[in-house]
């Protein structure tokens, strides 16, 4: 969100589209033509009301404006995949219940998204919940699913910074890695030293979503 209740993506290929709006990762998407992979679109669109709606508002929205532009249709296939559970670790959290007051501002608390720079990562995630820092690892950062078994159900303040991998973000960082001597931790690391969680290498049961029908839209 842009705004109170301005939503805009820029180049944007219908699968990535899907994979916010589905909450999935980009192995956790298949079927479809071409050019659901190649093609790119930039969407503006208003959103009713005076409030800003929530991440799973917003979600819903896409997911209609999704099957109404693009006629996209699909359905589900359960696979196993090698999954991050993210869990507590030893010691317990180290989070700070939020201060955030969602009544105060229209706009509502912040997005919950990554900062990148030349010297790394850096998320501030103010009023977010364990399943929302699941969810945007596993869209932004890393190439698997990761799950919520923290067993956490509240809305938390934080700052996590960390030096990303070569494969981490899509392999943004591949040509021109964090430099060791910024002294980040890696996410691994990061997550457990800042924030008292651990993210474990698994298996799972994931619901994949495999397309059967997408047209590109007509108009702009």
């Known amino acids: 969100m842009q ?4 939503f805009q993506a820029r180049n944007h290929s219908l699968k990535t589209l899907i994979q916010a709006a589905y909450n999935l990762t980009p192995r956790a998407v298949s079927g479809g033509p071409a050019w659901v992979e190649s093609d790119k679109y930039e969407i503006v669109a208003q959103s ?5 709606p929530t991440l799973d508002e917003q979600m819903a929205m896409l997911r209609r404006m999704l099957a109404d532009r693009f006629k ?3 359905h589900r296939e359960e696979k196993e995949f090698p999954i991050y559970a993210l869990t507590v670790a030893k010691g317990g959290p180290r989070l700070t219940k939020s201060k ?3 009544d105060a501002a229209p706009e509502g ?4 998204v990554f900062v990148l720079s030349p010297d790394g990562a850096n998320m501030p995630a103010r009023y977010a919940t364990m399943g929302e820092l699941a969810s945007v690892m596993q869209r932004a950062v890393l190439d698997r699913p990761v799950l919520d078994r923290t067993g956490l159900s509240g809305r938390y303040d934080f700052d996590l910074t960390f030096a990303p991998d070569d494969i981490q973000f899509e392999g943004a960082f591949a040509k ?12 691994f ?16 049961p994931i619901s994949t979503l495999v397309i059967d029908h997408a047209e590109k839209p007509t108009d702009n």
Do not use: Y
Request: hydrophobic share 30%; net charge neutral.
């Open 3 to 6: 705004s109170t209740n301005r």
């Open 48 to 52: 009713p009301g005076n409030v800003r």
């Open 72 to 74: 996209l249709t699909f």
């Open 100 to 102: 955030f007051d969602p």
């Open 109 to 112: 608390p912040p997005p919950l």
């Open 176 to 187: 021109t890695p964090v430099a060791t001597d910024t002294g980040k931790h890696d996410l």
């Open 189 to 204: 690391a990061a997550i457990q030293e800042q924030l008292g969680l651990k993210l474990e290498s698994t298996k799972g």
